[in-house]
């Protein structure tokens, strides 16, 4: 069995949607991978550079719930702002809820390699900590 490196992200085989995984040694890290996973698969962003920074509060709740909203944020971003996180911090709030912080492009500027998620699928949601740190598998609607 090939070992992981200990943060990452991959799409998975799926029949209709994208599946998703993370991982990261950490809740925080393995949110932001997430992120990662969700952009990967519909856009090529490489060699783009950030043209803004925004940031998100998640109030508390499950960890499932956090990771959700996080991603749906992605999302609604995506359709009313036109903006694509290149790179994604994620913290611990005091309040047991997330602070979140992209560096974003416009869409214009990344290319388009697949189709645009529409929601976060609670299907086989899986989020927790597992032998290695944190994990997580996310189906995407698309």
């Known amino acids: 069995m090939e070992r992981r490196p200990p943060r ?7 029949t209709a949607d994208v599946r998703i ?7 925080e890290g393995c949110v932001a991978e997430a992120v990662s996973a969700l952009v990967g698969t519909f ?3 490489t060699g783009v550079n950030p043209e803004a920074e925004t940031e998100h509060r998640v109030p508390p709740g499950d960890d499932p719930d956090l990771l959700v909203a996080v991603l749906d944020e992605v999302i609604f971003r995506l359709e009313t ?13 005091d ?6 912080r992209w560096r974003v ?7 388009a390699v697949g189709a645009v998620p529409k929601a976060v699928s609670l299907h086989e949601l899986r989020f927790g900590p597992d ?8 189906t995407l609607d698309v």
Do not use: F, I, K, Y
């Open 105 to 111: 492009a416009d869409t214009d500027a990344v290319e």
């Open 95 to 100: 309040d047991e809820g997330l602070l979140v």
């Open 43 to 45: 856009v090529d962003a």
């Open 131 to 138: 032998g290695a740190g944190w994990s997580c598998a996310v």
């Open 8 to 14: 990452g992200h991959r799409n998975v085989p799926h």
């Open 21 to 27: 995984e993370a991982w990261a040694p950490d809740r």
């Open 81 to 93: 702002e036109g903006q694509v996180p290149l790179e994604t911090e994620v913290r611990a709030a």
